[in-house]
């Protein structure tokens, strides 16, 4: 039944994170809706949008922490039903101001979902199986997005925002509720399992390492998902409707891409190495795209598709990569520190990406992005082998205390 039951945790866990992103990756698709009701500026639609990013920066770590302490269920189920609460309070806003203190609100408690999902999947699944496992949990992202910018623009045209806003807190709720209902403490692990007395990963440089190498590493990925239904519009000629068409084909190759690459680091008992092998081929791809902005569509256009899935698909290995070196008990803190970095990394890329091109070219703009996940492969050299360490300990550690739990031959007397 325990054995069993992990894929109930997962489940939860994936959905609650994956509700909170319909939020989070969806609420763009409802930005001409959220213009038009509250008669905004574009800087001011900017400012709503960024309102929900800000707020989940703001609580990550903290969230992170308390699930440590009380565990994932209390914090998800409180998270997630908060954030509905939230959410219903925005919808009912008669003033801009009013809106955004709903959707700050809604970023910090659907924060939650983060840690705490990241840590249920730690604990209950083997070192063998949790790059699958958090691959399926970081899945549930792009396709909650894609789902939300898909439904959301319907909803309001037929509901209007206050429609939209309702159904995310919907999800939310339900989530939330799936929470308080299935979630369960993993079964503790034996003596063994427990490699190392890990630092705080707060004051972890192997944690800072590995933050550093992903903020590099989100840069390519905040420039294809940020500007690529743009640089297909604009530079290319792309009607509107196909542009967004290939956003949402990156989307769910990202999404089907990040559970190959957990799988394959079970396969490969390691994170790292293929952490800076998916960084050594983003540089390819991002250097090839820059040559090739004004070069024929039949080699342009597939390689936009395959360098923005390979942009996306470390995700979930860096998060596993941080929960392994902090360990069960503060995975939590780990997973939520790691997703503050790259939230901060992914806020500032578009912004210095659309810069940059504005200054320059779209050809110099995706060149700068290629240096990125070059500085990320070197930068994340020195963890390879203490990984490699790190794994060997835990195994001496595990086989002892296996070998400790073996019947001793009795002498005769």
């Given at each position: 039944?325990?054995a069993?039951?992990?894929?109930?945790?997962?489940?939860?866990?994936?959905?609650?994170?994956?509700?909170?992103?319909?939020?989070r990756m969806?609420?763009?698709?409802l930005?001409?809706a959220?213009?038009?009701?509250?008669?905004?500026?574009?800087?001011?639609?900017?400012?709503?949008?960024?309102?929900?990013?800000?707020?989940?920066?703001?609580?990550?770590v903290p969230?992170?922490?308390?699930?440590?302490r009380i565990g994932?269920?209390p914090?998800?189920?409180?998270?997630?039903?908060g954030?509905?609460?939230?959410?219903?309070?925005?919808?009912?806003?008669?003033?801009?101001?009013?809106?955004?203190a709903?959707?700050l609100?809604?970023?910090?408690?659907g924060a939650?979902?983060?840690g705490?999902?990241?840590?249920?999947v730690m604990g209950w699944?083997?070192?063998s199986?949790?790059?699958?496992?958090?691959?399926i949990r970081?899945?549930?992202l792009?396709?909650?997005?894609a789902?939300a910018?898909l439904?959301?623009?319907?909803i309001?045209?037929?509901?209007?925002?206050r429609?939209?806003?309702l159904v995310?807190?919907g999800?939310?709720?339900?989530?939330?509720?799936?929470?308080?209902?299935?979630?369960?403490?993993?079964?503790?692990?034996p003596?063994?399992?427990?490699?190392?007395?890990?630092?705080?990963?707060m004051r972890?440089p192997r944690?800072?390492?590995l933050?550093a190498?992903?903020?590099?590493?989100v840069?390519?990925?905040?420039?294809m998902l940020?500007?690529?239904?743009?640089?297909?519009?604009?530079?290319?000629?792309v009607?509107?409707?196909?542009?967004?068409?290939?956003?949402?084909?990156v989307?769910?190759?990202?999404?089907?891409?990040r559970?190959?690459a957990?799988?394959?680091s079970?396969?490969?008992?390691?994170r790292?190495?293929?952490?800076?092998r998916?960084?050594?081929?983003?540089?390819?791809?991002?250097?090839?795209?820059?040559?090739?902005?004004?070069g024929?569509?039949?080699?342009?256009y597939?390689?936009?598709?395959v360098?923005g899935v390979?942009a996306m698909c470390?995700?979930?290995?860096a998060?596993?990569?941080?929960a392994?070196?902090a360990d069960?008990?503060r995975?939590?803190?780990?997973?939520?520190?790691?997703n503050?970095?790259?939230s901060v990394?992914g806020?500032l890329?578009?912004a210095?990406?659309?810069?940059?091109?504005?200054?320059?070219?779209?050809?110099?703009?995706?060149?700068?992005?290629?240096?990125?996940?070059?500085?990320?492969?070197?930068?994340?050299?020195p963890l390879?082998g203490?990984e490699?360490?790190?794994?060997?300990i835990?195994?001496?550690?595990l086989?002892?205390f296996l070998?400790?739990?073996?019947?001793?031959?009795?002498?005769a007397?």
């Amino acid at each position: 039944m325990t054995a069993r039951y992990r894929w109930v945790v997962l489940a939860v866990g994936a959905s609650g994170a994956g509700a909170f992103s319909c939020l989070r990756m969806g609420l763009p698709a409802l930005s001409p809706a959220i213009r038009d009701e509250y008669g905004l500026s574009l800087p001011q639609v900017g400012l709503a949008l960024s309102a929900v990013a800000f707020g989940v920066m703001l609580t990550l770590v903290p969230w992170g922490v308390l699930t440590d302490r009380i565990g994932e269920r209390p914090v998800l189920a409180f998270g997630l039903c908060g954030t509905a609460a939230a959410l219903g309070a925005a919808s009912r806003a008669s003033s801009f101001a009013l809106l955004l203190a709903g959707l700050l609100a809604a970023g910090m408690l659907g924060a939650s979902a983060t840690g705490a999902s990241g840590r249920a999947v730690m604990g209950w699944f083997s070192r063998s199986e949790r790059g699958l496992a958090l691959g399926i949990r970081q899945m549930a992202l792009p396709l909650g997005g894609a789902l939300a910018s898909l439904t959301l623009p319907w909803i309001a045209g037929a509901s209007g925002v206050r429609g939209a806003l309702l159904v995310l807190a919907g999800l939310c709720l339900t989530a939330g509720i799936a929470s308080a209902i299935w979630m369960r403490d993993a079964p503790v692990p034996p003596p063994g399992a427990v490699a190392h007395e890990a630092p705080s990963p707060m004051r972890d440089p192997r944690m800072w390492r590995l933050g550093a190498g992903s903020a590099l590493l989100v840069i390519g990925q905040g420039a294809m998902l940020g500007f690529i239904v743009l640089f297909l519009h604009d530079e290319r000629g792309v009607d509107a409707g196909l542009a967004a068409a290939a956003l949402a084909a990156v989307q769910l190759g990202g999404a089907a891409a990040r559970l190959l690459a957990g799988r394959r680091s079970d396969t490969e008992g390691a994170r790292i190495p293929l952490i800076r092998r998916i960084a050594a081929a983003d540089a390819c791809l991002l250097g090839a795209t820059a040559l090739l902005v004004r070069g024929p569509g039949m080699l342009l256009y597939p390689l936009l598709l395959v360098a923005g899935v390979t942009a996306m698909c470390w995700n979930g290995l860096a998060f596993t990569a941080a929960a392994e070196i902090a360990d069960r008990r503060r995975a939590g803190t780990a997973v939520s520190l790691q997703n503050t970095i790259v939230s901060v990394g992914g806020a500032l890329a578009p912004a210095a990406f659309g810069w940059l091109v504005h200054a320059t070219t779209w050809s110099v703009g995706y060149g700068a992005c290629a240096v990125a996940p070059v500085a990320a492969f070197v930068v994340l050299r020195p963890l390879v082998g203490e990984e490699r360490r790190r794994i060997a300990i835990r195994e001496r550690r595990l086989q002892g205390f296996l070998t400790e739990q073996q019947p001793q031959p009795v002498e005769a007397t």
